[in-house]
């Protein structure tokens, strides 16, 4: 089996989506191969921010892949990431799982009520490929045949749905989102006592 990386991002409070300076999340790469995890590289994304391309090309470059899994296009809110772009630029194939089809009028007008940028987000989205049904799931492949795709998913999907490198990738952010919510109580609590 090849380098694997599964992307995910760390989850918000959801309120700080609506605050004039949001704060950055965890955005995590998994790098899975032979069925255990070979790495784990962090890097920090802006809630609805722009920035999720870079970031991942940046993980990508420090240590390269033979291809990735995201489970999605959107970070952090609206933080899109180009997996378009990002195929172009490294040649590396990648496959977005889906576990429902996405509903794209939703979609496209909260981006063009709440983005002065919404074109540009709508255009990263609109590049994707024809979204495709496999068993219980929806992928779409970019620079990867659908049949192959359809092989790698069925030989990583130990657990559940999900590929396992991005459902390593989403319990590590859970966890990380956890912890954060559990040190804000205490910090909260421990204001209130002083």
């Given amino acids: 089996m090849k380098l694997v990386v599964g992307i995910d991002d760390g989850g918000f409070i ?14 995590v790469a998994v790098y899975y191969k032979n069925y255990r995890i070979i790495d ?4 920090s994304i ?17 240590k390269r892949p033979d291809l990735i899994l995201s489970q999605g296009v959107t970070f952090g809110g609206f933080n899109i990431i180009d ?25 496209f ?14 255009t990263i989205i609109k590049k994707l490929p024809k979204i ?13 045949e659908p049949l192959k795709a359809e092989k790698i998913i069925g030989n990583l999907t130990i657990f559940g749905k999900i590929p396992e490198p991005i459902r390593l990738a989403h319990l590590i952010c859970r966890s990380i989102f956890n912890l954060n919510k559990i040190l804000e109580l205490e910090y909260q609590s421990f204001k209130i006592k002083i």
């Fill in 40 to 43: 784990v590289i962090f890097r």
């Fill in 109 to 122: 007008t909260a981006i063009n009520k709440h983005f002065k940028d919404a074109n540009k987000r709508i």
């Fill in 14 to 27: 959801p309120l700080l989506k609506f605050s004039k300076h949001k704060p950055r999340i965890p955005l």
């Fill in 83 to 107: 997996f378009v772009e990002v195929n172009k630029l490294t040649g590396i194939p990648v496959i977005v799982i889906l576990d429902r089809l996405p509903n794209f009028e939703r979609i």
């Fill in 132 to 144: 495709i049904k496999f068993k219980d799931i929806y992928y779409e492949n970019i620079g990867i």
């Fill in 46 to 62: 802006k809630i609805d921010g722009l920035d999720g391309t870079n970031k991942l090309l940046s993980i990508i470059n420090r």
